[in-house]
């Protein structure tokens, strides 16, 4: 099972969709639509300090909000962000790989997801 836990659907096309088209139809293959709560990066502060008189957070983004323990047989989609913040700890996260884009260049969908290593 495939578990979509960004914030807006994932369409997958075929390999072969060309870009810059506006129809969404078009070699779409599957609509993966999005769970009520996606998974985001929690920043963590942990010290502020002063580079030229500007202050700067130093911040730790290891962490995600509403992302579930892992389940056998379960992948879950995220952005790649939250994707590589918790990379090698988890093996059952997949992103979008591959853009299809819209006439004015607006990413619509993907060809293929792809797992980071």
């Known amino acids: 099972m495939i578990v979509n836990l960004t914030p807006h659907p994932v ?3 075929t390999a072969d969709r060309p870009d810059g088209l506006d129809d969404l139809e078009l070699g779409l293959v599957r609509v993966i639509d999005p769970e009520p709560t996606p ?16 202050r700067v957070e130093v911040v730790e983004y290891l962490h995600t909000d509403h992302l579930p323990d892992p389940q056998e047989g ?5 952005s790649l962000p ?12 997949l992103v979008p ?4 884009r819209s006439a004015s260049g607006t990413v619509i969908g993907c060809r293929q997801l792809a797992q980071p290593v």
């Open 11 to 13: 369409r997958i096309y």
């Open 39 to 54: 998974a985001r990066l929690a920043v963590l502060p942990l010290s502020t300090q002063y580079l030229e008189g500007i």
């Open 74 to 78: 379960t992948s879950l989609i995220v």
């Open 82 to 93: 939250v994707a590589l913040a918790l990379l090698p700890r988890r093996n059952d996260l």
């Open 97 to 100: 790989y591959s853009e299809v």
